[in-house]
């Protein structure tokens, strides 16, 4: 993207509620567990838009399968890409010639790209704006915080108590900026074996109520490894994953519309 936009088209657009996912390092699936927030506001019959602030390593389009999709600048401002179950996206990945292209920004222009993401797209009404934050507490994060009014965060994590320590970092970070956080969802906590039908967990024994404990945050879902959701992301239909795991729909998202109704 090679020239700034400098439209301001915000006071179009009417957000009701604005959702941050974050964690405290990459690989810990948080992309994908922003999908599946998503995806359970749209079930639930929310309007729904996702805003891919990873902007250099951006995963939302293929989650979604709309990575070749072109997102346009109109008069009204930048257009989003739309979901086969009309979730809007916005992502960077969508304004390039090439997905495969690197983007080699330095941190300023990230997070203003990020901020144009938020103002100069037609978003119109939405009952929610879910937010992929990049991994980490880096500049991107701190722009979204401070400049997005942003209602809550969902923090994600893994069972390793590495993990659990950069997580505190990511929870610190939220509470110092005043950013109420919605609960924590725990990705690959266990695998479920077909054969068995027992719950190994690959990662050993999961650290994450001791952060709940201290921080007196709900857990929103312990999320299993599971083949099934790792082949429709990769196929981009991960929207059709509610449909398939009866266990995810019922208690990720009786947890997750109760939480966020908090906020």
Not at 1 to 26: C, L, T, Y
Not at 50 to 59: E, Q, W
Not at 175 to 190: H, K, Q, W
Not at 238 to 260: A, C, H, W
Request: hydrophobic share 40%; glycine share 8%; aromatic share 6%.
């Amino acid at each position: 993207m090679e020239q700034v936009i400098n439209f301001d088209f915000k006071n179009k657009n009417k957000i009701k509620k604005i959702v941050a996912v974050m964690s405290g390092k990459g690989g810990v699936g948080k992309s994908t567990v922003t999908g599946l927030v998503a995806t359970t506001l749209r079930n639930a019959g929310h309007s729904v838009g996702i805003l891919d602030a990873d902007i250099t390593g951006p995963s939302i389009p293929k989650l979604f399968g709309v990575n070749k999709k072109k997102v346009f600048q109109t008069e009204e401002g930048l257009t989003t890409a739309e979901t086969v179950t009309g979730i809007k996206v916005m992502s960077l990945n969508l304004l390039l010639e090439n997905e495969d292209e690197p983007v080699i920004w330095r941190g300023p222009m990230l997070g203003s790209t990020v901020q144009q993401f938020h103002d100069d797209v037609v978003w119109g009404e939405l009952d929610y704006l879910v937010i992929d934050l990049p991994p980490g507490t880096s500049d991107v994060t701190l722009t979204v915080l401070q400049q997005i009014k942003v209602d809550g965060i969902i923090v994600v994590s893994t069972p390793q108590d590495l993990v659990q320590l950069i997580v505190n970092k990511s929870i610190i970070m939220a509470n110092r900026l005043e950013t109420p956080i919605i609960g924590l969802v725990e990705n690959m906590s266990y695998f479920m074996c077909d054969k068995c039908e027992e719950k190994h967990f690959l990662f050993g024994e999961s650290h994450v109520k001791k952060v709940l404990d201290e921080y007196q945050l709900p857990l929103i879902a312990e999320l299993p490894i599971d083949k099934t959701l790792v082949s429709l992301a990769d196929e981009g239909r991960i929207e059709l994953y509610p449909s398939t795991n009866l266990t995810f729909r019922d208690e990720f998202g009786k947890n997750l519309l109760s939480e966020i109704e908090k906020i």
